[in-house]
């Protein structure tokens, strides 16, 4: 089996305790940090919008868009959920009756080109294994002057008495208790390490930067999380 498939088949796996896991194990702080990605990215939107949100999930981030666009005084004309996990997506349907769900991976979207106002990916484009061809494709779907967030953990800073605690709790607590709750400890043992094995900061803009220009960047809770804010050149 490819590495891709065999992400795909672990998201699969722990998809029925996935919601559960992530509230625990992120003490929340993921809901507050998609609430203020969203509310940054409409800065740059126009009031009409088609969104496309890439590795959906359950859901969670087209539920953000939803509430976020209400408070932003924002429409949402369509929103579609794209993944290449049937497990996730037979979740997120449950959850969420006014959007739409394609399988299908980050790289092969069946999308028509120039279709989308904004492209979300929210802590996933680190499981893309042919990531440069995911954000072409990205590139392709976004209408002209089109908005791309990428939410992610990237590669963390080393040093200090809070990277310290940081790497302790994803290397040592979330495997243990992500693996409790789900009966999967290997998927949760490969989280932490997927974030290590993933891009510096620095490394990702550049990546970004052939397809899309920078608008904005920001970390949160002390390097943990990540948010890219990008235009479509």
Known sequence: MQKQEKIVQMFDDIAPTYDKANRILSFGTDVSWRKKACLSVFKYSKDKLDIVDIACGTGDMIIEWQNQAKKAQKEISS????????????????????????????????????????????????NVVDRKEAIKEFSRVLKKDGILLVLEFTKREQGGFIATCRDFYLKNILPKIGGFISKNYSAYEYLPNSIDDFLSKEDFIDELSEDFQMLEYKSFSFGVCSMFIARKK
Do not use: C, H, T
């Open 79 to 126: 929103i579609k959920g794209v993944d290449p996990s049937a497990g996730m997506l037979e979740v997120a349907k449950k959850k969420i009756l006014n959007a739409s769900f394609i399988q299908a991976k980050a790289q092969e979207l069946p999308l028509e080109s120039q279709s989308a106002d904004i492209i979300s990916i929210s802590y996933g484009i680190r």
